[in-house]
């Protein structure tokens, strides 16, 4: 809750506490990892979600978690691996989805990107990333209209998202629609 409020230092002490008690609560490493994702502070997150693997080897958000925080540190194929291997273990997982869509979108394999961003809408129709992450790769292959849709969409989940609104003033321009 105090994460989720915004309060990351008196969350990390919770964390830490229940950790000292129980160092291998798999659930709290991966929170506490999680948090320190937000914090974009990835090699600590990493080593978090390696910790709880160790109890929770068969956790697909575990997974997903280590493979965020080695994309964000650049260990693509790494995160790409650890992203499938969520995904073997739980195939409804939207989230590892959505990043393997959003690691395959930064590589260039914009046709894997749209079917994983795809299935992780199918999910989960909320997430305003996946929405300008596959509207980026509908560009890329020159599906304006799709692209068009998708980052509205986005912008209407999250006003505030540059990539979506930035993508979208991109398609309106080169579509002639330079009013808007």
Known sequence: ????????????????????????????????GAMMVQ????ANALEQFKVALKTQPQDSMIWNGLGMA????????????????????NPNN???YANLGAVLLLQGKFDEAIEM???????????????????????????AEESFLHNRKALELDPNLFDARFNLGWTLYKTGHNDE
């Open 94 to 96: 939207a989230y590892a």
């Open 1 to 32: 809750a105090l994460r989720q409020q915004g309060n990351f230092t008196e969350a990390r002490n919770q964390f830490e506490k229940s950790l000292q008690l129980r160092p291998d609560y798999a659930t709290a490493r991966y929170d506490l």
């Open 117 to 143: 961003c795809e299935k992780a809408l199918r999910l989960r129709q909320d997430q305003a990333e996946t929405h300008a992450a596959l509207a980026a790769a509908y560009w890329s292959r020159d599906r």
């Open 70 to 89: 080695k994309a964000h540190l650049g260990h693509m194929e790494e995160a790409i691996s650890d992203y499938r291997h969520a995904l073997e273990l």
């Open 39 to 42: 914090q974009r502070d990835f």
